[in-house]
């Protein structure tokens, strides 16, 4: 009955099939998009970017953090299936000070919010439709701190019509001499009706660089992970909390099966990679990379323990120094996220890269990683292949499909450059599917549901969570590939539990899945 | 103008225990600059412990001779440590201000050392250098202040240029070979993490660096470990299940242990660190002067230096295997030893060569039954612990690896040895007239 995950057991890199190669081609010009990520030591972290569509009209737009620079934001003008261009927009949210951006339907008006991230108050931005934004700390009575803010995460919790926010702050910049250990605290906002009550601390707080919740057990209940920089906190580690509609938080303990871990936590990735339902993270650091998966799957009746093996070394996910370009020392990595860039039904993974600033025992000349997952469980790094092989200093992306033309596009932030964006081109890729989520009420888009697409080879899951990444995220269509096949049934597991039914679905199309209703085929006007 | 300088002392104040003060002393000066640089290690990716112990010796060196060169009670340690000579001196009949004198050094040496931390390190000794060189300067005349800071930047370039010969100067990829043939063999260390850098053993050629006091690197050599063996009943087997019975039955008090001394790179001031904070605590404890703390904290480090030198002579002299490894190809599969195995040869353990060395060096300089407190890592939640002697905490300290699983016994007793040879020369060295 007892399933154990070992690490030896992945087969080696040299036996796995080869998948296809992406192909990206690069339209940072063609785009239009002008936006760089300034700013001196108080901005070496951040640089987020949010992918979601503020204009109603299905394509994601871009909204990016400056730094010292104002925020922007760009309005996707994209044909379907044409290179990628989008517009800039006079949206409000050109503030200063801003380190990230989280889209989240705050008030479930059907009209996306952002979150903007600050170096000081961080601002929640009212969404008023046609991408225009207003801000709404006062109106929905977000006290947040005047702190250097570096991670972010959203759930809605049982029986809530408001969301509960997570904030994450690092150092004290007051704090010239001995900055070290002077970890700010992490804020946990719960509601209080149609508001925000007073903010909770999450004592002890280590320097958050990421935040997650995410239903790691499968319980109905997500728990709160945090990736923490070991760079800055003492007595510290990564972290899992334990956040329960009643009661306090608390992280999960040694005692409880939660390995200590001491990284450069700079961001958080997840996805069921082993289909065996629930989500492997990757952790994006210096240096070596973490991929845990759970050390041991018990039988759905009993408890798991938080206990986590690291996989990145046998499944060639370490990404632990740059790949091309002759800089032999250790890397820099900040945003990861999985998708399926060439729809073989494998999630991928994209690494952003870059040096935290002029560190020289780090590459200067810091390559974005793009790994394949293969069939046999082990990762192919095509970074220089499928051309997303910058050597800019990046810090936050997203990658979305900004063209509807089924294949994931990619942009990433850059400190001190231009953000790049690149079409994804891919020849000869596999079917795929998108689905957007549907309720009425709060939680419009369902965050906290789990999507399953059911194909040959077992049940692909992924969770629609707020957070993680590096300062950034995106809401919106959920991408899966289904390689060869022609259609595929999914379902949907709401976030109070009910399990949606099963329907065969026709691939290459989007999907608006209602609760409550059969899927709706959407297309672009 | 003021108002800037009552906020720069209040800042220095803050630094010094929170009493507001006009102008830092010698003393201070290396106190404050002492606590900075137990960070900058602890926060520099490329500071494994013996990069650690080799900054900490040039480091205190040029403290040395910066107090020395003022002081009618310290004698240099030119002509006696290997290869140092030449120094910059003081003008007969010329003023200078030993707290300037001082600081210049002090972070003309630090910033050379230290070239390679992240921002945040920079940033702080950038503001450090500001605010303690104009604080140190307070009062004195624009001459003597400018003749101060030359001498001091001098000394600290003499220093370095000497420190850059040693073979150490240069480490890349945080210490770890790009190329390196592992040997092979019954017995030999094999890779015991799955970090990619560490597939080849942390700096290999150490062992051949320079030594400071010690005539070289092989001046104090340790027997060979009992010879590898499979057999039940041989010793090595016999030490190695007494490293996996220990694993098993550990107590609370011995995982305690273990841990306070882990000091592990990156999370803490590494070992070489931990010993400079525990003289810190001791001096601060006797309110010594600029004279007694340059004294100590040279000599000191100077000990640790050697003796991360010679130990890893003999560490890539004999290769031989960790315990992780043989344990669980022979004894327990599952074995995981309590502490993280670090990537390099295991004999002789590199905690006792150093812990031995320092304790004798404290014990020369401050007595045999000398008690004290140490709260090295209370930040980090671990509780102070006291000891009766500096000998007491070595001994600890080297039993807290195989306690942590990760040393045989004959690593910590030869370790032990190794290193009271090595501070030996340390504690030989004449630092007064």
């Known amino acids: ?525 | 103008m003021d108002t800037v300088r009552g906020i720069v002392a209040l800042v220095v104040g803050l630094l010094m225990g929170g009493q507001a003060m006009a102008r830092p002393s010698p003393d201070d000066v290396l106190h404050t600059n002492t606590r900075l640089v137990l960070e900058l290690v602890r926060h520099t990716p490329s500071y494994s412990p013996p990069v650690a112990s080799r900054a900490f010796a040039y480091l205190y060196i040029t403290a040395f001779e910066a107090v020395a060169g003022g002081s009618t009670k310290l004698r240099s340690l030119q002509g006696q440590l290997n290869g140092l000579s030449g120094l910059p001196q003081r003008r007969p009949g010329q003023d200078y201000d030993d707290a300037v004198v001082l600081q210049a050094a002090l972070s003309a040496a630090m910033a050379e050392l230290f070239f390679n931390t992240g921002p945040t390190g920079q940033r702080a000794l950038d503001r450090m250098a500001e605010h303690l060189g104009a604080d140190a300067s307070e009062g004195v005349g624009a001459e003597t202040a400018d003749r101060s800071r030359a001498l001091g930047q001098d000394l600290a370039t003499h220093i370095l240029e000497w420190a850059k010969k040693d073979g150490g100067h240069v480490v890349e990829n945080m210490g770890f070979p790009l190329e390196y043939s592992l040997a092979k063999g019954p017995g030999a260390w094999t890779p015991t993490s799955r970090i990619v850098q560490q597939q080849l053993p942390l700096l290999p050629e150490w062992g051949s660096n320079r030594s400071f006091a010690m005539p070289d690197a092989a001046a104090c050599p340790t027997p060979a470990p009992p010879a590898y063996s499979e057999e039940p009943g041989s010793r090595f087997m016999e030490e190695a299940i007494e490293v996996l019975e220990t694993r098993r039955r550990l107590t609370d008090e011995q995982r305690t242990v273990a841990r306070f001394w882990s000091d592990d790179p990156m999370l803490s001031p590494t070992p070489p660190g931990h010993w400079i904070s525990i003289a810190q605590q001791v001096l601060d404890a006797e309110d010594a002067d600029e004279e007694r703390r340059a004294e100590v904290l040279a000599k000191l480090s100077i000990a640790m230096a050697d003796a991360f030198i010679g130990c890893w002579h003999e560490k890539f002299r004999f290769n031989l295997i960790r315990p992780v490894t043989y344990i669980r190809a022979h004894l327990d599969p599952g074995f995981e030893p309590m502490l993280i195995t670090p990537p390099f040869p295991e004999y002789p353990s590199g905690h006792s060569t150093q812990s031995a060395a320092a304790a004798v060096v404290l014990t020369d300089l401050f007595g045999e039954d000398y008690s004290f407190t140490d709260a090295t890592h209370v930040d980090d939640g671990l509780p102070a612990r006291s000891f009766s002697s500096f000998q007491e905490a070595a001994l600890e300290a080297a039993e807290s690896r195989l306690l942590g699983g990760i040393h045989f016994r004959s690593a910590v007793e030869q370790g032990l040895d190794q290193g009271r040879c090595i501070g030996a020369y340390a504690s030989n060295l004449r630092t007064r007239h």
């Not at chain 1, 108050?121 to 934004?133: I, P, T």
């Not at chain 1, 032999?328 to 994209?350: C, G, I, K, M, Q």
Request: hydrophobic fraction near 40%.
């Open chain 1, 1 to 525: 009955m007892r399933l154990a995950v070992v690490a030896g057991l992945f087969a080696t890199a040299a036996s796995a099939a080869e998948p296809i190669i992406p192909t990206f081609v690069e339209e940072t010009d063609y785009s239009n998009v002008r936006s760089s990520y300034d700013g001196g030591w108080e901005y070496m972290v951040g640089g987020g970017v949010a992918a979601f569509d503020c204009s109603g009209d299905g394509f994601p737009d871009l909204g990016f953090a400056g730094g010292t620079s104002r925020a922007s934001l760009w309005r996707n003008i994209s044909a379907q299936g044409g290179p990628l261009r989008f517009e800039p927009v006079a949206s409000g949210i050109e503030l200063e000070a801003v380190t990230g951006a989280y889209p989240l339907d705050v008030d479930g008006d059907g009209v996306q919010d952002l979150v903007l991230l600050r170096q000081g108050e961080s601002v929640l931005m009212r969404g008023l439709g046609e991408c225009r934004f207003e801000p709404a700390n006062e109106l929905w009575r977000f006290e947040a701190p005047n702190a250097w803010t570096s991670a972010f995460a959203a759930t809605w919790e049982r029986g809530q019509n408001w969301p509960t926010l997570a904030l994450g702050t690092y150092i004290d910049p007051e704090e010239e001499f001995f900055p070290w250990g002077s970890c700010t605290d992490n804020l946990l906002f719960r509601p209080e009706g149609q508001t925000f009550g007073e903010p909770l601390p999450l004592r002890p707080s280590f320097c958050a660089l990421s935040m997650m919740f995410t239903d790691w057990d499968r319980s109905g209940t997500p728990s709160l992970r945090i990736a923490n920089d070991r760079e800055y906190y003492k007595g510290g580690q990564e972290q899992l909390w334990r956040v329960l509609p009643e009661g306090e938080p608390a992280p999960f303990t040694q005692a409880e099966g939660w390995s200590p871990l001491r990284i450069w936590g700079m961001g958080i990735a997840s996805r069921d990679i082993d289909l065996d339902g629930y989500p492997e993270y990757a952790l994006s650091s210096m240096a070596d990379n973490k991929l845990q998966t759970l050390a041991t799957v018990l039988p759905a009746d009993a408890p798991l323990r938080p206990e986590y093996i690291d996989v990145a070394y046998p499944r060639g996910a370490i990404a632990q120094r740059p790949y091309t370009g002759g800089d032999v020392r250790p890397s820099t990595a900040w945003h990861l996220e999985f998708a399926d860039v060439n729809n073989d039904a494998r999630p991928d993974l994209f690494i952003a890269k870059g040096n935290v600033a002029e560190m020289p025992d780090f590459a200067a000349r810091d390559p974005n990683n793009l790994l394949l997952l293969r069939e046999d469980g082990t990762f192919l790094e095509v970074g220089s292949e499928a051309g997303v092989a910058s050597m800019a200093v990046s810090r936050g992306a997203t990658l979305a499909d900004f063209n509807l033309d089924g294949l994931p596009d990619l942009a990433v932030t850059n400190r001190g450059e231009n953000a790049q964006l690149w079409r994804n081109t891919t020849r000869e890729a596999g079917h795929w599917i998108q689905i957007r989520l549907e309720q009425p009420g709060a939680n419009r888009d369902g965050v906290g549901a789990w999507i399953e697409v059911r194909l040959a080879d077992g049940i692909h899951s992924r969770e629609v969570t707020v957070g993680g990444g590096q300062a950034g995220g995106s809401m919106g269509w959920w991408h899966m590939g289904l390689a060869e096949a022609a259609s595929a049934e999914v379902r949907v597991l709401w976030p109070d539990g009910t399990e949606g039914p099963w329907e065969r679905l026709s691939a290459n199309g989007f999907y608006v899945l209602a609760r409550g209703g059969p899927a709706r085929v959407w297309a672009p006007h």
